[in-house]
Nanobody, 121 residues
Framework: QVQLVESGGGLVQPGGSLRLSCAASGNIFTIYTMAWYRQAPGKQRELVAAITSGGGTNYADSVKGRFTITRDNAKNTMYLQMNSLKSEDTAVYYC???????????????WGQGTQVTVSS
């Protein structure tokens, strides 16, 4: 099976920084696009940033210039560097990954369990 484990969330003051990580493990064959989503209380889950296997990126307008998504293909790990955090960035952040796994090379999108980010003074 496949597991996605996020880490790095926490409480930070406005203007501060956090770095989230998402590590994929299991019988993985290929990882394609990796993405971060977030969901604030009472709101729909939204795309924050995505990165392709070739390193192409896209960002939500609300985080452009403040967040940076990267990945380490050798470690099957994705990162989200979040700077100049605002209260409206408060949400549960989820890792979402398109990958193939197992001897049958089943292709599927997987979700992590989420990590809480709270921006407050």
């Amino acid at each position: 099976q496949v597991q996605l484990v996020e880490s790095g969330g926490g409480l930070v003051q406005p203007g501060g920084s956090l770095r989230l990580s998402c590590a994929a493990s299991g019988n993985i064959f290929t990882i394609y696009t990796m993405a971060w989503y977030r969901q604030a209380p009472g709101k729909q889950r939204e795309l924050v940033a995505a990165i392709t296997s070739g390193g192409g990126t896209n960002y939500a307008d609300s985080v452009k210039g403040r967040f940076t998504i990267t990945r380490d293909n050798a470690k099957n790990t994705m990162y989200l560097q979040m700077n100049s955090l605002k209260s409206e960035d408060t949400a549960v952040y989820y890792c979402n990954t398109d990958l193939t796994y197992g001897s049958a090379m089943v292709r599927k999108w997987y979700w992590g369990q989420g990590t809480q980010v709270t921006v407050s003074s």
